[in-house]
């Protein structure tokens, strides 16, 4: 076992042996500290979220940036803490909000009808990834973690509220048969991943590289796409469930992709806005540019 798994393994005993409420202060007050370090993540947190909000001032900056480690921290080790746990219990504690959207993807799952699920770095998308399943059947999309340990735990944790796994690397027709049995495909598609094919569409007021095989995988199998998230209101969880939405086909395949893209990040952005310490910022959303892109394929 490496250094990074031996990490790992000694976080998750240790965290697994408290309180879930004591894991959540314990989190938020260990990334409030990282916060302020004066280290590469904060940096990036403080100059994207400038150049996703122009208009506000630095003191707005600073302090969305600390809520945004302390969230994150709380987040991490909550889950650690309640990773033993029953998924349906679980859910118990979680709001849904979007009822009538939620019972049409149930009914399509009964029917056999495929969803896409456009899901994002936000609020707390492994909770989602155990409780999800518990109302309908759930297919993740995920890539293999560098750590085997830390692969291992994440994947088992996502299967046991019922959902299966298919990593990014395996044949689309993998993905493909799991839409095609009536299951909601499930993917965190909000990121900028130089490797996987991509479309540029607006993300806080400029092009953003970002996934395009969800959209494709939608196209392909005649399914639908429906944004899914998982995030935090006050004290309580929240399961937010956006509008199941069938996109026509034409024959500009690479238009119908970044039509569908476009408009789930575009509710993405929504949902971030109205909770911007939620989301990664220090993840490097906008790094990709076109000529990137163009000197790849050329």
């Keep these: 076992m490496g250094i990074l798994d031996r990490a790992i393994d000694l976080l998750v005993r240790a965290t697994r042996g408290i309180p879930p409420g004591l894991a ?9 500290i990282f916060s302020v370090l004066p280290m590469r993540d904060p940096r990036r947190c403080r100059e994207h979220l400038a150049k996703a909000y122009p208009a506000s001032d630095s003191a707005w900056i600073t302090n969305t940036a600390s809520r945004c480690f302390r969230h994150m921290g709380s987040m991490a080790l909550w889950s650690i803490a309640v990773m033993g746990r029953d998924a349906r219990s679980l859910r118990r504690g979680v709001m849904v909000e979007g009822a009538d959207n939620v019972r049409a993807t149930v009914r399509a799952c009964r029917r056999g009808e495929g969803t896409v699920g456009f899901s994002g770095h ?36 996502r299967r046991s509220g ?21 299951r909601m495909l499930g993917a965190l598609a909000d990121q900028d991943v130089p490797r996987l094919a991509g479309v540029f569409v607006p993300w806080f007021g400029e092009d953003a590289y970002t996934p395009s095989g969800p959209a494709m995988l939608a196209l392909m199998s005649g399914g639908a796409a429906q944004p899914v998230f998982l995030y935090r209101r006050g004290s309580r969880w ?4 956006g509008p199941r939405r069938i996109f026509p086909r034409t024959a500009d395949r690479a238009a119908d992709v970044r039509a569908i893209t476009a408009w789930a990040m575009a509710y993405e952005e929504r949902l971030v806005r109205g909770s911007p310490h939620q989301w990664v910022w220090w993840h490097r959303r906008w790094k990709t540019r076109p ?3 163009a000197a790849r394929v050329a």
């Design 162 to 182: 019922g959902a299966r796994v298919v990593y990014q690397d395996e044949d689309i027709r993998v993905a493909l048969r799991e839409l095609r049995s009536g």
């Design 291 to 293: 000529e990137d892109v």
């Design 238 to 241: 929240v399961m937010h469930f």
């Design 122 to 157: 936000f609020g707390n998308w492994e909770l989602f990834a155990r409780v999800g399943p518990t109302l309908f059947p759930v297919t993740l999309v995920g890539r293999r973690l560098r750590s085997p340990l830390a692969d291992r735990l994440v994947q088992a944790a």
């Design 24 to 32: 959540w202060t314990v989190g938020g007050a260990i990334g409030e």
